[in-house]
Structure formats: structure tokens, C-alpha cells
């Protein structure tokens, strides 16, 4: 049996008020390309297909373009929610779309859904759990954290671990005190309790996980994030992305490939001063067109400097600047912030008044004005 596992669409994002549909569709035309290539027998898609919960008018073609054409190819796809999605609109009419061979598990209903397939090795089970919340499950279990949760759903669930079992699913998966490498819009939940740690995932011969945008395992190499298929931020910039070609023969044998993805522009940092990055010595031709954060270290003033720089750089999606007046300000921040209430009151009387506060005046403003 041989899958493409993808994850972690995001059809109809905005990347700094930007949008990224030209891009999504022409990444999907490139799958598209791919699969007619490597010929897979099945699409894992693990969740966040789209960027909302109610997406747009076009994201939703975008989407509707991609399934009609892989339905054309007579590829059977298998979809769960994210996060970003609605489950309930993303598995509507999801009965007729199985008669198609598109099967969506858009929200859980007790136990995991569960195709069963087979090939030349035998019999072959492929598990679908949406994205969740221990909220999100109450009704059927009582779970105090996400990892109790899908612990639950799994042991409710009858595996036959003789036979070969694959397990789709959209969460944030560690290793024990090891995490994964996150992007800036995934950090985990304070205290951890959305964290599953990737031993519950025992009886499941691969993992094909969404929800993180870097593709990496996590624990054994069949537990996986295929990763987003387009860079989302900046904090993406040094990812690699691609899709993963998952081929699974008899009980215990897989064989992963990663097939790099290129996007329509790249997305990259650049740093300096401004004289320095519109010097025709610092870019190409080739790399004007490339998504960008830019960074600048000049200490004077400037003026109107993204107007200068869009001149050479037309897609810019993001100005920082870097200089020592920038880290005073931040380091004056800091010891702000670590100051208690009377010590600021007794710094700002000093500022004003060119005298410090007598002993007298420092009991009667903590006694009355400091709470």
C-alpha cells in the first residue's frame, strides 16, 4: 500500500494581510503532479485544511479544485479536522463523498473511525481521529488532559495489532520531556495539558500526524508530522518542505520518502543596513520576488524606508528594525518590569522634583497608594 501523507493546508491564510491562495493552489497543482508521478494508492490529509473555521468563498474552491482532481486520478483520500477547522462542515455530506472514496472524520463519535482495506499483504486499517479536546469529548469520556483523552479513545477502540494499522490524527505529540520543533503559532498550552505523549500511539504501524508546520518524527520514524506544504511565517523560514511518500508492505516493513515542495516565491530574512540591501551586489534578479521579513541595523533615522526598499524587494511582507537605541529601550523595559510599584513612585518623584522621597513621604505612599 502506498500513501501520500499531507497536513497542515491552512487554504485561505494571510500571511501578514497577504494572501496565500495563488500560492496554496499552485502547491496543490504540484501534489497533483506528484501523484500522477509516484502513483499513490491513498492521500492522507491530517487536519487544518483550511485557516478558519468558516472559511471563504474561495478557499473552499481551492479545496473543491484539489478533491476533484485527485477523485479524477482515483485516489482514495482520507481527511480528518484540525484545530482551524469546523468539524462539523468539514464532514458534510461526508457519507456521499465515501461512496467516492473520500472518507472525513470531521468530529469523533466514541470509538475511532475506521476503513479497512486490503492489498497483496493482507488486510490493511486505517484510523481516523479528528482533532480534540478533552471538552470536546465529554460526552463519552472523562479525561483530564488531551493525552488521557486519546489514551481513552484508542484502548476503547478494538485493534488487532496482528494486522497492519495506521492511525491519522492532529495533535501536539511529544516524546516523553522531549518536544518538537514548534513555529511561532504553535506553542504548546500553559502546563502542558495538550500534550500526548507518543507511547499511546503503540498499537498504530504509522502515525500520520498534522498540527506542526516543521516535518519531523517524533520517537520511532513511523510517528510523523508531515509538515505544512508552504512556509507560514517567518519563524518557517529554514524548514524544508515537502510531502511524505509512506509505502507499506507486509506487518513491520515501511519505507518513507520525503519529495521536496517548491514554492512559487520563497520566503527568507534579510539584515543590514539600508544602503547595504539595495546595493545590486547584495541580490539577484532571481530573488526580488521572494517573500520577505527585512531586518534594518541602521542607527540614524530613516526616511520612508519600505517605499525605498519595495523598489528592489516588491514583497516585502514585514519591516523590523535592530539598533542599540531599539536594546536600550528594551533593556529599560526589562528593568521596568522587575521594579516594584514604590520604587518607580520614588524614581518619578526624584525625575520631577530633583529630590528623593524622605522616609516619612516612603511610609504614607506605601500605606496608601501602593496595593
Given at each position: 500500500?502506498?500513501?501520500?501523507?499531507?497536513?497542515?493546508?491552512?487554504?485561505?491564510?494571510?500571511?501578514?494581510g497577504?494572501?496565500?491562495?495563488k500560492?496554496?493552489?499552485?502547491?496543490?497543482?504540484?501534489?497533483?503532479?506528484?501523484?500522477?508521478?509516484?502513483?499513490?494508492?491513498?492521500?492522507?490529509?491530517?487536519?487544518?485544511?483550511?485557516?478558519?473555521?468558516?472559511?471563504?468563498e474561495?478557499?473552499?474552491?481551492?479545496m473543491?479544485y484539489?478533491?476533484?482532481?485527485?477523485?479524477?486520478?482515483?485516489?482514495?483520500?482520507?481527511?480528518?479536522?484540525?484545530?482551524?477547522?469546523?468539524?462539523?462542515?468539514?464532514?458534510?455530506?461526508?457519507?456521499?463523498?465515501r461512496?467516492?472514496?473520500?472518507?472525513?472524520a470531521?468530529i469523533?463519535?466514541?470509538?475511532?473511525?475506521?476503513?479497512a482495506?486490503?492489498?497483496?499483504?493482507?488486510?490493511?486499517?486505517?484510523?481516523?481521529?479528528?482533532?480534540?479536546?478533552?471538552?470536546?469529548?465529554?460526552?463519552y469520556?472523562?479525561a483530564?488532559?488531551?493525552?488521557?483523552?486519546?489514551?481513552k479513545?484508542?484502548?476503547?477502540?478494538?485493534?488487532?495489532?496482528?494486522?497492519r494499522?495506521?492511525?491519522?490524527?492532529?495533535?501536539?505529540?511529544?516524546?516523553g520531556t522531549?518536544?518538537?520543533?514548534?513555529?511561532?503559532?504553535?506553542?504548546p498550552?500553559v502546563?502542558?495539558?495538550?500534550?500526548?505523549?507518543?507511547?499511546?500511539?503503540?498499537?498504530?504501524?504509522?502515525?500520520a500526524?498534522?498540527?506542526?508546520?516543521?516535518?519531523?518524527k517524533?520517537?520511532?520514524?513511523?510517528?510523523?508530522?508531515?509538515?505544512s506544504?508552504?512556509?507560514?511565517s517567518f519563524?518557517?523560514?529554514?524548514?524544508?518542505?515537502?510531502?511524505?511518500?509512506?509505502?507499506m508492505?507486509?506487518?513491520?516493513?515501511?519505507?518513507?520518502?520525503?519529495?521536496?515542495?517548491?514554492?512559487?516565491?520563497?520566503?527568507?530574512?534579510?539584515?543590514?543596513?539600508?544602503?547595504?540591501?539595495i546595493?545590486?551586489?547584495?541580490?539577484?534578479r532571481?530573488?526580488?520576488?521572494?517573500?520577505?521579513?527585512?531586518?534594518?541595523?541602521?542607527?540614524?533615522?530613516?526616511?520612508?524606508?519600505?517605499d525605498?526598499l519595495?523598489n528592489?524587494?516588491?514583497?516585502?511582507?514585514r519591516l523590523?528594525?535592530?539598533?542599540?537605541r531599539?536594546?536600550?529601550?528594551?533593556?529599560?523595559?526589562?528593568?521596568i518590569?522587575?521594579?516594584?510599584?514604590?520604587?518607580?513612585?520614588?524614581?518619578?518623584?526624584?525625575?520631577?522634583?530633583q529630590?528623593?522621597?524622605?522616609?516619612?513621604?516612603?511610609?504614607?505612599?506605601?500605606k496608601?497608594?501602593?496595593?
Amino acid at each position: 500500500m502506498k500513501l501520500l501523507h499531507l497536513s497542515d493546508l491552512h487554504i485561505g491564510k494571510k500571511v501578514h494581510g497577504y494572501s496565500m491562495l495563488k500560492e496554496q493552489k499552485e502547491i496543490l497543482n504540484q501534489i497533483l503532479l506528484l501523484c500522477e508521478k509516484e502513483n499513490p494508492d491513498i492521500v492522507l490529509i491530517a487536519g487544518d485544511i483550511y485557516d478558519k473555521l468558516i472559511p471563504g468563498e474561495e478557499a473552499v474552491s481551492v479545496m473543491d479544485y484539489f478533491l476533484t482532481n485527485l477523485n479524477k486520478q482515483k485516489r482514495n483520500v482520507f481527511i480528518i479536522s484540525g484545530n482551524h477547522d469546523s468539524g462539523e462542515r468539514l464532514q458534510f455530506g461526508k457519507e456521499i463523498m465515501r461512496q467516492k472514496g473520500i472518507y472525513i472524520a470531521g468530529i469523533l463519535e466514541e470509538a475511532l473511525d475506521c476503513v479497512a482495506l486490503s492489498d497483496e499483504w493482507g488486510k490493511f486499517n486505517i484510523y481516523m481521529l479528528p482533532f480534540i479536546k478533552p471538552s470536546m469529548v465529554r460526552t463519552y469520556y472523562k479525561a483530564e488532559n488531551c493525552e488521557d483523552a486519546v489514551r481513552k479513545i484508542i484502548e476503547k477502540t478494538k485493534i488487532d495489532c496482528s494486522q497492519r494499522n495506521l492511525l491519522i490524527a492532529h495533535q501536539f505529540v511529544t516524546n516523553g520531556t522531549w518536544m518538537p520543533d514548534c513555529c511561532d503559532s504553535e506553542n504548546p498550552s500553559v502546563g502542558g495539558l495538550d500534550a500526548v505523549d507518543c507511547k499511546v500511539f503503540q498499537p498504530f504501524d504509522y502515525v500520520a500526524l498534522g498540527h506542526l508546520h516543521q516535518a519531523q518524527k517524533v520517537g520511532r520514524e513511523t510517528i510523523r508530522y508531515a509538515g505544512s506544504p508552504l512556509k507560514y511565517s517567518f519563524s518557517e523560514v529554514r524548514h524544508k518542505k515537502s510531502a511524505t511518500i509512506v509505502e507499506m508492505r507486509e506487518k513491520g516493513e515501511i519505507k518513507l520518502t520525503a519529495i521536496p515542495l517548491k514554492p512559487m516565491h520563497e520566503m527568507r530574512e534579510i539584515k543590514g543596513k539600508l544602503g547595504d540591501l539595495i546595493d545590486p551586489n547584495h541580490y539577484t534578479r532571481a530573488n526580488q520576488t521572494d517573500y520577505i521579513r527585512v531586518i534594518l541595523t541602521d542607527e540614524e533615522e530613516l526616511y520612508h524606508p519600505l517605499d525605498t526598499l519595495r523598489n528592489i524587494y516588491p514583497n516585502i511582507l514585514r519591516l523590523d528594525f535592530e539598533n542599540s537605541r531599539l536594546k536600550q529601550q528594551e533593556n529599560t523595559e526589562m528593568e521596568i518590569e522587575n521594579e516594584t510599584e514604590l520604587e518607580l513612585f520614588e524614581q518619578f518623584f526624584q525625575k520631577q522634583n530633583q529630590v528623593e522621597l524622605t522616609s516619612e513621604q516612603k511610609e504614607w505612599i506605601a500605606k496608601y497608594l501602593v496595593k
